[in-house]
């Protein structure tokens, strides 16, 4: 099990950049995918990014790709998500999520295990 807390969420411009965090507890971390989601208000928790165990293999939803990348320091037990430029569609709660199975979809909600709390992205137009 792990522990996920998010950060970096925040206020800004249209065409502007956050980078968010997510930390994670324990000395397993490198054995999990891991994920980012968000969700708007009104839709549902939708895929946004996803990357390996080692970092190796990075996904993308195609609304953001170009634009947001995601990257993990494993040494750090922490995951990023930069997000450049940014849109109002992009204003959502942002949640990290972490996957233990293998051989499963990576973007798919019900594949992760663990969930963070969430962090506000809010892009003004």
């Known amino acids: 099990q792990v522990q996920l807390v998010e950060s970096g969420g925040g206020l800004v411009q249209t065409g502007g950049s956050l980078r968010l965090s997510c930390a994670a507890s324990?000395?397993?971390?490198?054995?999990?995918?891991m994920g980012w989601f968000r969700q708007a208000p009104g839709k549902e928790r939708e895929f946004v990014s996803a990357?390996?165990?080692?970092?190796?293999?990075?996904y993308y939803t195609d609304s953001v790709k170009g634009r947001f990348t995601i990257s993990r320091d494993n040494a750090k037990n922490t995951v990023y998500l930069q997000m450049n430029s940014l849109k109002p569609e992009d204003t959502a709660v942002y949640y990290c999520?972490?996957?233990?199975?293998?051989?499963?979809?990576?973007?798919?909600?019900?594949?992760?295990?663990?969930w963070g709390q969430g962090t506000q992205v809010t892009v003004s137009s």
């Open positions: 999520a972490a996957k233990s199975r293998i051989n499963i979809a990576m973007d798919l909600r019900a594949s992760y295990d663990f």
């Open positions: 324990g000395r397993t971390f490198s054995s999990y995918d």
């Open positions: 990357i390996s165990r080692r970092g190796g293999f990075t």
